[in-house]
Nanobody
Framework: QVQLVDSGGGLVQAGGSLRLSCAAS????????MGWFRQAPGKEREFVAA????????YYADSVKGRFTISRDNAKNTVFLQLNSLKPEDTAVYYC????????????????WGQGTQVTVSS
């Protein structure tokens, strides 16, 4: 059974930082591109960032470019999202996800999902 377990969320003030982690099991990790999505109350799930299977290519939503960084450690079957310069509008549940398609940014392109981790940014 494939499992993606998100962690690292929390409550921070505007301008602060968090580092999210997603540990994968039950899949050949380096065969998948990985992505992060977020969903705020009353809104649809939106794409945040993706990283290719090798970790050499990344893609970001315009809203987070220059502030967030996605990376992966294939030896540890883990993908990370470094969130810097956080804003209140970044408040959401953040989900990691796995796909066979590099640079996929639509929800339907991802096959597996983590349980989500809450990020709350106060002003």
């Amino acid at each position: 059974q494939v499992q993606l377990v998100d962690s690292g969320g929390g409550l921070v003030q505007a301008g602060g930082s968090l580092r999210l982690s997603c540990a994968a099991s039950g899949l050949t990790f380096n065969s998948y591109a990985m992505g992060w999505f977020r969903q705020a109350p009353g809104k649809e799930r939106e794409f945040v960032a993706a990283v290719s299977w090798s970790g050499s290519n990344t893609y970001y939503a315009d809203s987070v470019k220059g502030r967030f960084t996605i990376s992966r450690d294939n030896a540890k079957n883990t993908v990370f999202l470094q969130l810097n310069s956080l804003k209140p509008e970044d408040t959401a549940v953040y989900y990691c996800a796995a796909t066979y398609s590099d640079y996929a940014r639509a929800v339907h392109e991802y096959s597996y999902w983590g349980q989500g981790t809450q990020v709350t940014v106060s002003s």
